[in-house]
Nanobody
Framework: VQLQASGGGLVQAGGSLRLSCAAS????????MGWFRQAPGKEREFVAT????????YYADSVKGRFTISRDNARNTVYLQMNSLKPEDTAVYYC????????????????????WGQGTQVTVSS
């Protein structure tokens, strides 16, 4: 599986963006997918994850209620809808594919993932 993230950009505080991550390969639908982000000078942090079948999601507290992760297994794509954006959401956003197939539990750690996209910049101005 290879991952290509897109949809980043510059937006004012309170605005919205939708990130997409297109996957190639045959194993997308059997893997959890996640979004992480890394702000300048900070470590990469977990944002959201969705189970392989798409029936369960989990979010970092900092984005809960504002961001929504979803997936379309027929299109091999995972999305991150980001609403009510804040300047502190500014970061490079990375999508990632889970290392385990058909995993039951939520994948919230970086080492739960073995494939990463190239990142897309999100900048929120105040």
């Amino acid at each position: 599986v290879q991952l290509q993230a897109s949809g980043g950009g510059l937006v004012q505080a309170g605005g919205s963006l939708r990130l997409s991550c297109a996957a190639s390969g045959r194993t997308f639908s059997s893997r959890a997918m996640g979004w992480f982000r890394q702000a300048p000078g900070k470590e990469r942090e977990f944002v959201a994850t969705i189970r392989w079948i798409g029936d369960r999601t989990y979010y970092a507290d900092s984005v809960k209620g504002r961001f929504t992760i979803s997936r379309d297994n027929a299109r091999n794509t995972v999305y991150l809808q980001m609403n009510s954006l804040k300047p502190e959401d500014t970061a490079v956003y990375y999508c990632a594919a889970g290392a385990s197939y058909y995993r039951e539990t939520d994948s919230t750690r970086m080492n739960d993932y073995d494939l990463w996209g190239q990142g897309t910049q999100v900048t929120v101005s105040s």
